[in-house]
């Protein structure tokens, strides 16, 4: 028992890092995921997270495989993407959904072109799926440093977001936040989907943003539960997917969103909101 | 003499050019209680989007004398509300208190306490945990006016506050907006049943787009108004020319 799953983490330091970048990421992203989830907004992270590879690989062809020049490039290219189309949104006819597909798409298809002419396949790989197991300090430094500056931003923004959700036009009538939260708050899904693409790639981090928290959704009705359901959620598909890709030689970015796609579908199952409880298990009525 | 505390100046608002409210021009008086109504598509609902700021004028002004814009309380229509959200009944009715706790003040006991009381003079003393989406049409609403009492507002804008809602709980909600008048705030209320409006309002705007009439809501709601008020809405037309004045 113990050599299957404990030994991996104390006798590989990379397996280490690997675990302190999934729980950073648990912390930051997932509470996003489920304000996401939410504002029926799971979509428009996925659209991000593609958004953000032309900036990534702008990045990685002007200073090669740098941490910092990526992750500027995708900040700048995730934000500029979210502005664009929330401004389009706003003032022109087009909802702010089809712009963003639109501006994500056009995002997506140069940052292949970049890669792959300039770069090699490998290079296309690291970018698209992350790399988990090879983490250095400074990639763990940033992640954890997003997982903080995502919950401090959340603990200012937490009642404006919660409004803004439930019911938007009494947050206008009270307060002009309400733009200032939106957009704080799609600054920081990129700061997160930035930081999970070091360690998952462009495509698997908005997985461990969404499965989790969508998966909490059939365990709880109330909103505080359900971020801890859902960071619990996350880190423990971290954990588990790391080891599964460590005994079955799995990659490992797709090993993790497994797990916790697996606790979804789990979760779907059996949640008390979940298929079978509701339909398929009718409990006899209380009296009041 | 009271004073206006809101004044539509020669107001337009509406959606891509196309005016729902058209040209209005109408002063309401500190303390008073005025019913809005008007065929569907009047503007109604419209006018109080306008007045709480989240619509800007296509042209004229909305004016607030004396008043600051958050100290504007605002029911917005049930379907305007993601009722399906996890949050509980004290948490939607502590968002009243927003003006004086803002994003990052410490609720604490006091709050706690008015809550409390405000769901106590709704009639749902208990339901504090009870997440938001099992009440019933009516016990929603009254939440949402329990937030209107922690508002503590001085103009009040209801968006049809009984619509769809049970005979009992309209009589109680009616019973609150009586005491608010009797406290000499402003509530301002877009209604249906013109039954309502005489018993209640003494003072009516009928819309249709444009003013057709107001003043005392005995002369406002005669028959010819009411026709009047219901050919002009139909009469919306895609292709409008430019409107000149």
């Known amino acids: 028992m113990y050599d299957a799953v404990i030994a991996p983490f104390v006798e590989f330091g990379f397996m280490r890092r690997a675990l302190v970048g999934c729980l950073a990421l648990s912390l930051g992203a997932t509470p996003i995921g489920v304000f996401l989830t939410l504002r029926r907004m799971s979509l428009t992270g996925d659209a991000m997270a593609h958004a953000i590879l032309p900036g990534a690989a702008l990045g990685y062809l002007v200073a090669g495989l740098s941490l910092g020049a990526m992750t500027l490039g995708g900040v700048i290219a995730g934000v500029t993407v979210a502005m664009l189309s929330g401004l389009v949104a706003r003032t022109t006819v087009a909802r702010e959904d089809s712009s963003l597909a639109a501006f994500y798409l056009i995002s997506l298809a140069v940052g292949v072109v970049i890669v792959s002419t300039r770069g090699s396949n490998v290079d296309l790989l690291h970018i698209l799926f992350g790399t988990v197991l090879a983490l250095n300090d400074a990639a763990i430094y940033l992640v954890a440093g997003i997982a903080t500056v995502t919950l401090f931003g959340l603990a200012v923004l937490y009642r404006p977001l919660v409004m803004e959700c439930f019911d938007p036009g009494f947050l206008r009538s009270v307060s002009s936040l309400s733009p200032v939260g939106h957009y704080s708050f799609l600054v920081l899904a990129v700061f997160n989907l930035v930081g999970g693409f070091h360690a998952l ?7 461990i943003m969404i499965l989790p928290a969508a998966a909490a959704r059939f365990w709880t ?29 799995l990659p490992s970015g797709p090993a993790i969103i497994l797990t916790a796609g697996a606790f979804y579908l789990f979760s779907l199952s059996f949640g008390p909101d979940g298929v079978i409880m509701t339909h398929l298990r009718p409990r006899r009525h209380l009296e009041a | 003499m009271d004073s206006t505390i809101l004044r539509f100046d020669n107001l337009t608002l509406g959606y891509d050019r196309h005016p729902a409210v058209h040209h209005l021009d109408y002063a309401i008086r500190a303390g008073a209680l005025v019913a809005v109504v008007g065929p569907n598509g009047a503007g109604k609902s419209t006018l109080l989007k306008g007045t709480i700021g989240s619509l800007a004028p296509l042209g004229g002004a909305i004016r607030l004398t004396g008043i600051d814009p958050s100290e504007i309380a605002y029911l917005p229509q049930q379907a305007e509300i993601d009722w399906s959200f996890p949050i509980s009944v004290f948490d939607v009715v502590a968002m009243g ?35 938001i989406g099992t009440l019933s049409g009516g016990q929603m609403q009254r939440a949402l006016f329990a937030r209107l009492l922690l508002q503590d507002a001085r103009l009040i804008l209801l968006d049809e ?16 907006i009586r005491r608010w008048h009797r406290e000499r705030r402003t509530v301002v209320a877009v209604l249906h049943d013109l039954d309502q409006v005489r018993s209640e309002f003494p003072e009516t705007l009928l819309l249709a787009r444009e003013q057709i009439a107001a003043g005392p809501t005995e002369d406002v709601l005669s028959p010819a108004n009411l026709d009047h008020a219901r050919r002009l809405t139909e009469a919306f037309d895609e292709g409008a020319a430019v409107c000149v004045r």
């Open chain 1, 201 to 207: 790639g462009t495509l698997m981090a908005v997985g």
């Open chain 1, 221 to 249: 009705r109330d909103l505080t539960p359900l971020v801890v359901i859902g960071v619990l959620a996350a880190f423990v598909g971290g954990y588990v997917g790391l080891l599964l890709s460590y005994h079955a030689s």
């Open chain 2, 97 to 131: 208190l927003w003006r004086q706790r803002g994003a990052s003040r410490r609720f604490g006991r006091e709050g706690d306490r008015m809550v409390g009381e405000a769901l106590d003079t709704v009639g749902l003393g208990g339901f504090e945990r009870r997440p």
């Open chain 2, 161 to 176: 506050p009984f619509t769809a809602i049970d005979s009992a709980t309209v009589r109680d909600l009616k019973g609150l």
